[in-house]
């Protein structure tokens, strides 16, 4: 599976930027799929992940009601479209994919497992 990262940007603080992440390859049919930053200095967190059986979402309690996580089936593509963004939201975005967890919506966290896309940069600052 091969995932393309796309829509980071420099944005000013309470301004919006949507991350998109577009799949390809040999998915399966149900998977956990998401977002993941890494701010300088930080350990990499989940963000905000879909599993695809159910569509199920996760969001990390510091984004809840600002980040909203979506699906394009036809298009392979999720979105992540990011308001009222933050300086502290400031990082290297990740998609992933990875198979079901029971109890999960997300991939795992370490990189070594499932399939990454490279990072995408968001800045927020005045």
């Known amino acids: 599976v091969q995932l393309q990262a796309s829509g980071g940007g420099l944005v000013q603080p309470g301004g919006s930027l949507r991350l998109a992440c577009a799949t390809s390859g040999d998915t399966r049919d149900y998977y956990a799929i998401g977002w993941f930053r890494q701010a300088p200095g930080k350990e990499r967190e989940e963000v905000s992940c879909?599993?695809?059986?159910?569509?199920?979402?996760y969001y990390t309690d510091s984004v809840k009601g600002r980040f909203t996580i979506s699906r394009d089936k036809s298009s392979n593509t999720v979105f992540l479209q990011m308001n009222s963004l933050k300086p502290e939201d400031t990082a290297v975005y990740y998609c992933?994919?990875?198979?079901?967890?029971?109890?999960?919506?997300?991939?795992?966290?370490?990189?070594?497992?499932?399939?990454w896309g490279q990072g995408t940069q968001v800045t927020v600052s005045s």
């Open positions: 879909i599993n695809t059986r159910d569509n199920s979402t």
């Open positions: 992933a994919e990875d198979r079901l967890r029971v109890g999960s919506q997300c991939p795992r966290r370490n990189p070594l497992f499932g399939s």
